[in-house]
């Protein structure tokens, strides 16, 4: 067994390992934070999308010990401790960007580091840029309109709502 | 699927990363961004009994220039390469080919080193860095060499790495030539079904996914050398070459793939 220690959702959390343990198992049945979902196993479908250090990342393809010492952010993460939704949560929720839902966790931390990363989106750099994650409902359309709304409305600062480095 | 069970050694550095695969011969696996490792060790394709986990070592994550020549670190990430100034202005066909690698969460963890050690003939950046005439160091027990990209890539997921040797850095020359990158496939994120790299006008060209390593099209350079139109020297791209048939292609259209791509690859890179 490994040691890991690492922040999530700005706590500090320390788990005892197997090295094969993947981070989305870690974070699910370890810390029961079950709002990162697991869709392919194969790293295609994006559903287990969490940050780290800021980034977007396939959560079932990193094993835990490699997330040691990183400040880690979930779904479960996101909204204020007073139950505010955060930007892109809201902006997924007035636009229809959902319907069953199980891709949502993980398209919203997808969307929250894409509009970090690229300034400047329109409609085919938000597609390109969430092809990573899939859904099989909506059809896409209103989940890039949920998108271009944060990245138009200046609202996308502070998109983390835990920094690096706190907790440590 | 969970990976088979393995013991994990965190390098301290590239020297440590070196001795640890000495110790442990051809089972240890060094892991960096883990980004094809892990895929392939879920589905039980790869089973390494111990992990040397390089993604640590900040020191080999750079991209610096000097003389004309670029030299990137080996853990330097896609995303990194994506969005490198300096890169936009020296090599852009590399940081326009990391922009297509997968998607931005497969970015922000893969590295060159990776995906240049896994050696899979349908990735996009083997093909860019054949291209582009890059040369990749080599850090083993004995100190660096240096290897051409094209005496790089030996066979199917099989590189001139020795078992005791890891990636340092990756080099090369500031490119000034015309350059493009087609991409073939039919879903997003995929791998190329077929694609094509130009890089200097014409002067090197290379293909991926047309055999069992990124291939260097030889005979399209030579005709472009030779002042043949991006038609004529298309025209050669398949010759001889034996590409894989899988669900998505099969030989043939893996040909005509490559033939017509290498033609609109050449024409957006200057070639008339």
């Excluded at chain 2, 094809?36 to 750079?62: C, H, K, N």
């Excluded at chain 2, 879903?187 to 055999?211: P, T």
């Amino acid at each position: 067994m490994e040691s890991v220690k690492f922040a999530v959702n700005g706590t500090e959390r320390s788990l005892e390992v197997e090295p094969r343990t993947l981070l989305v198992h870690a974070l699910r049945d370890e810390l029961r934070l079950t709002g990162t979902n697991i869709g392919c196993d194969s790293s295609s479908c994006g559903a287990c999308t969490v940050l780290v250090d800021g980034q977007s990342a396939k959560s079932c393809t990193m094993f835990a010990v490699q997330a040691d010492g990183a400040d880690i952010t979930t779904i479960e993460g996101v909204a204020d401790a007073d139950g505010k939704m955060h930007p892109m949560q809201q902006a997924f929720h007035e636009h229809h960007a959902l319907q069953c839902g199980y891709c949502t966790p993980g398209m919203v931390m997808a969307a929250i580091s894409l509009v970090e990363e690229y300034p400047e989106l329109d409609d085919h750099s938000v597609r390109h840029g969430l092809e990573g994650n899939l859904c099989r409902c909506t059809g896409y359309q209103n989940i890039v309109n949920a998108v271009l709304a944060v990245a138009g409305s200046g609202s996308a600062t502070p998109i983390r709502p835990y920094q690096s480095g706190q907790g440590e | 699927m969970i990976p088979a069970s393995f013991d994990y050694e965190v390098a301290e550095s590239a020297e440590h990363a070196v001795s640890l695969l000495a110790d442990h011969g051809d089972e240890a696996k060094l892991l960096a961004g883990g980004h094809s490792l892990i895929p392939m060790m879920r589905f039980r394709l790869a089973a390494p009994t111990v992990l040397v986990d390089v993604g640590r070592l900040d020191d080999l994550r750079y991209i610096n220039s000097a003389n004309g020549t670029i030299s990137i670190g080996a853990l330097t990430r896609h995303s990194e390469l994506e969005h490198s100034a300096l890169l936009a202005e020296s090599c852009p066909m590399l940081a326009s080919v990391a922009a297509l690698v997968g998607d931005p969460a497969v970015r922000h963890r893969g590295t060159l080193g990776g995906t240049l050690a896994h050696s899979d003939p349908a990735s996009d950046l083997p093909a860019a860095v054949l291209a582009l005439g890059a040369t990749i160091v080599a850090r083993g027990p004995g100190g660096d060499r240096e290897i051409a990209a094209t005496d790089f890539f030996t066979g199917y997921f099989e590189s001139a790495l020795a078992d005791d040797e890891m990636i340092v850095e990756v080099r090369v020359a500031a490119s000034a030539g015309g350059w493009n990158y087609q991409k073939f496939n039919r879903r997003a994120q995929d791998w190329a079904i077929v694609g094509v790299a130009v890089a200097e006008g014409g002067a090197g060209v290379s293909l991926v996914n047309m055999g069992a390593t990124p291939l260097r099209a030889s005979a399209v350079e030579a005709a472009v050398a030779a002042g043949a139109s991006a038609g004529d020297a298309a025209a050669v791209a398949a010759d001889g070459l034996q590409p894989p048939t899988d669900l998505n292609a099969d030989a043939d259209y893996r040909r005509h793939l490559a033939r017509v791509f290498t033609q609109r690859a050449l024409k957006a890179a200057g070639v008339a």
